[in-house]
């Protein structure tokens, strides 16, 4: 089958669901208005589509932090129409979606195009459907970036490459490649921090670190998601990244926390 031997960690973009909410959180934040409340009945009709929360929930009055936690779809349309599709471009190229970025191992690809900012193709961009495309391992950039106070930095797989006389031949550099308001960046890390309490994430490690995250179910159209879960630790002092993403399968995101949770305990374990 077509795509059978790409790696589903950097050469597969697909749909991301909700985790792209941390890409519209950017915009709503620099906007300045995530303290502005939006009725949230559990759906919205743009341009003759009605589109709803997951299971059609209604959260009623909720303003950013509310409709982070809960994931709310409506929230998360209303703002991004409110604010417009150019203003959303610009928030998703600045985490470098739609560029390839090269790397030492790979370039990664994304589809990141909002055709001519139509309302139904903003909607539904703004909480990960759309016609938005990312691989974990750029999910994991974007996560990185928040964790690490705007600074995104460049992954890279080998460290050094040594020939056989024992001489180091090339050494790879960190490098930061985007950058994003700090003020920003640690707005959105407290409401992952909150968003991993409501989980119910276990605390990791021998010292009991908390996890910081963000669960997104992306929908296929053939009755199957992406299950998607986003996430750093410790909580209030970030040290690792994990993203982890199943296909096509009928689970959503938060069903991957324990296999999360078993490798922070085991990359705390080994430190």
Do not use: C
């Not at 974990?136 to 080998?158: C, R, V």
């Not at 909150?194 to 119910?200: D, K, L, N, R, V």
């Not at 910081?212 to 199957?224: L, Q, V, W, Y």
Request: no cysteine; glycine share 10%.
């Amino acid at each position: 089958k077509e795509g059978v031997f790409f790696s589903n960690a950097y050469q597969n973009p697909v749909a991301p669901g909700s985790v792209f909410k941390l890409v519209t959180s950017k915009e709503i934040i620099e906007a300045g208005i995530e303290k502005e409340e939006v009725e949230d009945t559990g759906s919205l009709k743009v341009n003759g589509q009605t589109i709803r929360n997951y299971g059609g929930k209604a959260y009623g009055s909720i303003a950013y932090r509310e409709g982070f936690v809960k994931s709310s779809n409506v929230y998360f349309m209303n703002r991004a129409l409110k604010l417009g599709g150019l203003r959303l471009y610009k928030t998703g190229r600045s985490f470098l979606l739609g560029e390839d970025i090269s790397l030492d191992f790979a370039t990664l690809h994304s589809n990141f195009d909002l055709k001519d900012y139509e309302d139904n193709i903003v909607a539904t961009t703004a909480f990960g459907q759309g016609e938005t495309l990312v691989t974990p391992l750029q999910m994991a950039m974007i996560t990185q970036s928040i964790a690490n106070d705007g600074e995104m930095l460049k992954p890279y797989l080998f460290k050094s490459v040594v020939n056989g006389k024992g001489n180091t031949i090339k050494v790879e550099t960190q490098g930061t490649i985007g950058t994003e308001d700090e003020l920003t960046a640690e707005e959105i890390k407290e409401v992952m921090k909150e968003a991993g309490e409501s989980y119910g994430l276990s605390e990791v490690g021998e010292q009991g670190y908390s996890i910081a995250a963000k669960t997104g179910t992306a929908e296929r159209g053939d009755g199957t998601n992406n299950a998607w879960l986003v996430t750093f630790a410790p909580a209030d002092d970030p040290q690792y990244i994990i993203v982890a993403n199943r296909l096509k399968t009928t689970e959503i995101g938060k069903t991957l926390a324990p296999v999360v949770e078993d490798l922070y305990d085991t990359l705390f374990d080994h430190e």
